[in-house]
């Protein structure tokens, strides 16, 4: 079953020399109960995906439905069925935690204990600060809140805009835990993130970039489908492996990747790790480090993305930064 079904979704901003093509035909389908993911760096066009999707913004061209809904026509009924989780904080700073979600219940005619269940795991957590102002919570605790408040009306679907981003790493794990125990309910989920290691823990991904998808696969398709050999090489400075290694005649790609600098060669070629030994001492290089590695989907990500624009990764370690 098809919970989420988008056609061609097109979206412009401005006009003349201002205008932006911020969604260029986009297409894809979530099934019901499946965790998808928007994976892209900041401009992408994630969010204005989301804000098509969420009813909150007409697009140019296109259509999309949820739950066998017409995101334009029947758009008061989708509100009643969607849980938004927006990348800003989105709560009331000067309310408790408390007042927050039944706020929150009260827009949507329901109250706490009518759909404790469904949240229950995720407020008991937060219960013993219920007296607490929003804004004086910890990134976590404020992230908990939020995803309680989108779900406090039990929504079928879940939009999540960025929902990890300047939270701690053990509040992200926890929060990705929680988004497993939710799929086990049969919602519906879409996260954006520009994290490449959150993209791992979807079912499925579309790689974006530009406003256009650049791949739709499950991770584990995407990485598997990676046509090149992968090297991670480590030899001092990344900076100085990086500037050789440009000149290494057999590379296709060169980028740093972590403490490592990733070495891409055409499968075709013939050649063996000893060669780039070999050029790395010629170089003046010592200690070095290299080992195969099968691709991530960071690796395919900077593949598709050196492909398709002039942008070039500059660092890449676990969320993706373009210059
Ligand atoms: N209201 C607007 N007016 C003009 N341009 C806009 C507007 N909203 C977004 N854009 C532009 O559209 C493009 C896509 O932005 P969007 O916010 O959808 O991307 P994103 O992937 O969510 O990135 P971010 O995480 O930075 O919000 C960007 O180039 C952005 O500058």
Known sequence: MKSIIVNNLTKTYGKGKEKVLAVDDVSFDVGTGEIFGLIGP????KTSIFRMLTTVLLPDFGSASIENLDMVKDYKEIRKILGYM?????????????????????VFNTTIEENYDLIKDIYIQIEPFKNRRAGKLSGGMKQKLALCCALIHKPKVLFLDEP?????????????EMLQRLKLQGITMIVATPYMDE??????????????????????????????????????KNSKVLKALEQFDQ????????????????????????????????????????????ASIEDSFIRLLSHNSNHKPKYLNTSITLV
Do not use: M
Request: proline residues 3%.
């Open 42 to 45: 900041d401009g992408a066009g």
């Open 164 to 176: 990890t981003t300047g939270v701690d790493p053990v509040s992200r794990k926890e929060f990705w």
């Open 251 to 294: 590379k296709k790609n060169v980028y740093a990747y972590g403490e490592f600098v990733h070495l891409t060669i055409d499968k075709n070629e013939s050649f063996s790790e000893q060669k780039v030994v070999e050029y790395l001492k010629k170089e003046g290089f010592k200690n070095i480090e290299i080992n195969i590695v099968k």
């Open 86 to 106: 927006p990348g800003r904080f989105s709560l009331y700073q000067d309310l408790t935690i408390e007042e927050n979600l039944e706020f929150f219940a009260s």
């Open 199 to 236: 993209a791992a823990l979807c079912d499925r991904i579309a790689l974006i970039q530009n406003g256009k998808i650049l791949s739709i696969d499950t991770p584990e398709n995407i990485s598997n489908s990676y046509p090149d050999y992968i090297f991670e090489v480590k030899a001092g």
